[in-house]
């Protein structure tokens, strides 16, 4: 205690221990050098002090009394926005390439810019996240999780003042599947964020069926919903006792069905894109359900069911096995950048249909920062599609921990 207290007393010595403490923690996640210029470049740019604190007075932002309740500087969380946007931003460069960036001024001021973005929101994106976690800070990720708590707390607000959603769509409906999505959401973000691959996979696999479903019914009519609350049910009484009800067993003889297929989709009939399908019989499935949600749904994104029935399916031998055969950030990528026009989704239907809102949280606009991120995510896609080889690249700062596990020495 006394050796900390005498370190502190002397500034010269107090920096020094304070580069040499980042050298252990982040060894091997980035270039310890580029990251003190980078932390230095931050926390001397105005904007930080203002963020911060709500004044550009740097003596009141280092004040006693200022420390004395906590409110110091977060070095941490800055050295984790820093370490992941200039990861997300090298990771598909050689290292002549990256080198090139670390040293352009023009690159450095752009980080600066990224991080404090990612600062200005930091208690909107990141209250949940473990101490140790460096995954959570990934823009793609970052930026899902704030603007998934901005809707949470949007739907706290409006719930809690009663507030019905806009003619003629159903409340109740609404708000438990919003409730339901947002949830499960944020679950994906926190098992990310411990690492917890294959409970990962299950639950992501789950939220599409959840999106999908309410894509289909969101705007439907209340016979429409209330069918479904029937069809829900039955299929919840029959994965537990094994019955179905005779009405609903004489409905699907009618239709040609397998009982127990209609009991869990029977649903679908109801949806006005029901009629346009082909082999009807055969469609009481979530296959069935993509093909409606294809041209219900054409307006906001190509083949949008077709789409997600293809990454549910990929789901299934990580759900029902423990093989992963994929890269951890190939992994990530493929699930957030999913989720993320998921979210997307979810949140037009809120804010233009549902509700009136937008998405800025103070001089930030939510949805436009998580589509520079998914674009950005994209280009690495792109670039692990390349070559097989480029996924052993993804892995050399992991490698230099336990387990190719990103997580911050303790």
């Known amino acids: 205690m006394d050796n900390f207290l005498n370190i502190l007393k002397n500034p010269e010595q107090y920096n020094r221990e304070l580069f040499r403490a980042y050298k252990r923690v982040f060894s091997g996640v980035i270039k310890e050098t580029f990251l003190i210029e980078m932390i230095n470049r931050v926390e001397e740019d105005p904007r930080y002090r203002y963020i911060f604190i709500g004044t550009n007075d740097l003596d009141s932002l280092l004040s006693l009394d200022r420390m004395v309740v906590g409110k110091v500087i977060n070095t941490t969380s800055i050295c984790k926005m820093i370490v992941m946007s200039h990861y997300a931003n090298t990771v598909a460069l050689t290292d002549s390439e990256r080198g090139k960036k670390q040293e352009s001024n023009l690159y450095k001021n752009k980080l600066v810019n990224d991080v404090l973005n990612m600062y200005r929101i930091e208690k909107l994106a990141a209250p949940d996240f473990s101490n140790s976690s460096l995954e959570s800070f990934l823009p793609l990720i970052y930026y899902i999780s704030a603007l998934c708590n901005y809707c949470g707390s949007k739907y706290e607000e409006y719930i809690n003042k009663h507030l019905t959603v806009h003619s003629p769509f159903n409340s109740d409906f609404n708000y438990r599947m919003i409730y339901k999505i947002i949830m499960k959401i944020k679950a994906c973000i926190n098992l990310a964020d411990i690492r917890a691959t294959d409970e990962l996979m299950v ?77 009807k019989s055969r469609s009481f499935n979530l296959g069935g359900l993509g093909k409606i949600l294809d041209k219900k749904c054409e307006y906001f994104c190509e083949n949008f069911g077709s789409e997600l029935h293809k990454f549910y399916k990929a ?54 920062e998580l589509n520079v991120a998914l674009n950005e995510s994209g280009k690495i896609s792109d670039w692990l599609k390349q070559d097989d080889k480029n996924l052993d690249k993804t892995n050399i700062e992991y490698r230099k921990r336990a387990v190719c596990c990103m997580r911050m020495k303790k």
């Open 203 to 279: 639950l992501y696999r789950t939220l599409i069926e959840l999106i999908m479903t309410y894509a289909a019914l969101w705007d439907g009519s209340e016979v429409v919903i209330n069918s479904f609350y029937d069809f829900d049910q039955a299929a919840f009484d029959y994965n537990y006792n094994g019955t179905i009800p005779e009405k609903i067993r004489l409905l699907a003889k009618d239709m040609g069905v397998d009982p127990v297929k209609f009991v869990n989709y029977g649903w679908i009939k109801n949806l006005d894109g029901f009629r346009h399908l082909t082999n």
């Open 315 to 368: 789901c299934n031998p990580q759900t029902h096995g423990t093989m992963l055969i994929m890269n951890y950030l190939q992994l990530e990528l493929h699930i957030f950048q999913n989720i993320a026009v998921m979210l997307k989704f979810v949140c037009e239907i809120m804010s233009e249909h549902l509700f009136s809102f937008d998405f800025k949280y103070g001089n930030i606009d939510l949805i436009d």
